[in-house]
Nanobody, 125 residues
Framework: QVQLEESGGGLVQAGGSLTLSCAAS????????LAWFRQAPGKLREFLAA????????YYGDSVKGRFTISRDNAKMTGSLQMNDLRPDDTATYYCTADWSWTIPTMLNGDMDYWGKGTLVTISS
């Protein structure tokens, strides 16, 4: 069992940066894939980035590739999403998730085992 809690959301001007954090509970966290998703009002949930259990592999969605960086610290039971060059269309609620497997279709479909409650990011133009 893993519980996840996001933090770090807020209001940022376009072109700015923001780092989201994900605090996890449950020792099994270090064996899970960690991924970030977002959902904007009226839009479908979108996969953003994933990192495997030992941080040797990452995978990014096309819309954030080159702007966002995912990382994790298993010793601290945390994950992070560094977001640069933010745009108004990055406005959304951002979710931290975890899953036992590293399976791209699973991640792209959002079929993750555990979800946080989300943190709101608003980008002003």
């Amino acid at each position: 069992q893993v519980q996840l809690e996001e933090s770090g959301g807020g209001l940022v001007q376009a072109g700015g940066s923001l780092t989201l954090s994900c605090a996890a509970s449950g020792q099994a966290f270090r064996r899970y894939t960690l991924a970030w998703f977002r959902q904007a009002p009226g839009k479908l949930r979108e996969f953003l980035a994933a990192i495997n259990s030992d941080s040797t592999t990452t995978y990014y969605g096309d819309s954030v590739k080159g702007r966002f960086t995912i990382s994790r610290d298993n010793a601290k039971m945390t994950g992070s999403l560094q977001m640069n060059d933010l745009r108004p269309d990055d406005t959304a609620t951002y979710y931290c998730t975890a899953d036992w497997s590293w399976t791209i279709p699973t991640m792209l479909n959002g079929d993750m085992d555990y979800w946080g409650k989300g943190t709101l990011v608003t980008i002003s133009s």
